[in-house]
């Protein structure tokens, strides 16, 4: 998602004393707004506040938002060898040189709410995130998808909004059915006057559940990790038994 909450509603920025990081041009700046300029319209994003909880748990790291979103895109946009799809992997590629990355953060849905897009949703996000892992070489890559806001079914001038659950169940079913995906709920949050985006009170609480549901995944791999060393370990004292 790119961000819509109006910065007219946002209290400063709090970079965590300079260790918030935003990529521009391959190189590590600063966090400033908007964090994801994809129009002259774009205002505040989730990942601001997911990024500061990160932080807040990771002290002796620099955290940094890798900006990839164009807001109002379809799945269809996002397809392997798409240009979205490869400015994601290129742009991912660049941060990867100076840092490790951790997770993707997903959120899109209006664009496929149509009645004869939403049906295919779970196929494509499916082979999306697939291909997204495999051109990073990241096969257990975390990856956190958040549901569409319930104001959906409020917004007049797009009717098609109204089938927005059938997105939700999509990704929720997604999540539960692939390794290292969790689900973060967007219901109670609420909207612009437009009943189309999250206001930037909604985007700094859904950044936090964000935060909470990649955690679950990064318990998961930690657990994984600690069982790999404790096999390797029991593995080679047999070896040199």
């Given at each position: 998602m790119a961000g819509r909450g109006l910065l007219t509603d946002a209290e400063p920025l709090d970079t965590n004393g300079g260790r918030l990081k935003v990529l521009r041009n391959g190189r590590w700046r600063m966090m400033y707004r908007p964090v994801n300029p994809d129009r002259p319209f774009s205002g505040t994003c989730l990942a601001e506040s997911f990024a500061k909880a990160y932080s807040d748990e990771h002290p002796g790291v620099d955290v940094g938002i890798i900006p990839c979103a164009d807001g109002g895109t379809s799945l269809d946009q996002w397809q392997r060898?798409?240009?979205?799809?490869?400015?994601?992997?290129?742009?991912?590629?660049?941060?990867?040189?100076?840092?490790?990355?951790?997770?993707?953060?997903?959120?899109?849905?209006?664009?496929d709410c149509e009645e004869a897009l939403y049906p295919l949703y779970f196929d494509k996000i499916t082979a999306i995130m697939n291909a997204l892992r495999s051109e990073l070489g990241i096969d257990n890559l975390p990856i956190v998808v958040g549901g569409l806001g319930d104001f959906?079914?409020?917004?007049?001038?797009?009717?098609?909004?109204?089938?927005?659950?059938?997105?939700?169940?999509?990704?929720?079913?997604?999540?539960?059915?692939?390794?290292?995906?969790?689900?973060?709920?967007?219901?109670?949050?609420?909207?612009?006057?437009?009943?189309?985006?999250?206001?930037?009170?909604?985007?700094?609480?859904?950044?936090?559940?964000?935060?909470?549901?990649?955690?679950t995944v990064e318990d998961k791999n930690r657990v994984f990790d600690e069982k790999s060393k404790m096999d390797d370990a029991i593995r080679t004292e047999m070896e040199l038994l």
């Open positions: 060898g798409s240009l979205l799809f490869d400015n994601a992997v290129h742009c991912a590629r660049l941060a990867m040189r100076t840092s490790h990355l951790v997770g993707v953060l997903w959120h899109q849905g209006e664009g959906l079914r409020d917004c007049l001038k797009i009717p098609a909004l109204v089938n927005y659950t059938h997105i939700n169940q999509a990704l929720i079913q997604f999540a539960e059915r692939t390794p290292n995906i969790a689900f973060a709920s967007a219901e109670g949050l609420t909207s612009n006057p437009d009943n189309l985006h999250f206001n930037h009170q909604s985007l700094q609480e859904f950044g936090l559940r964000y935060y909470a549901a990649f955690k």
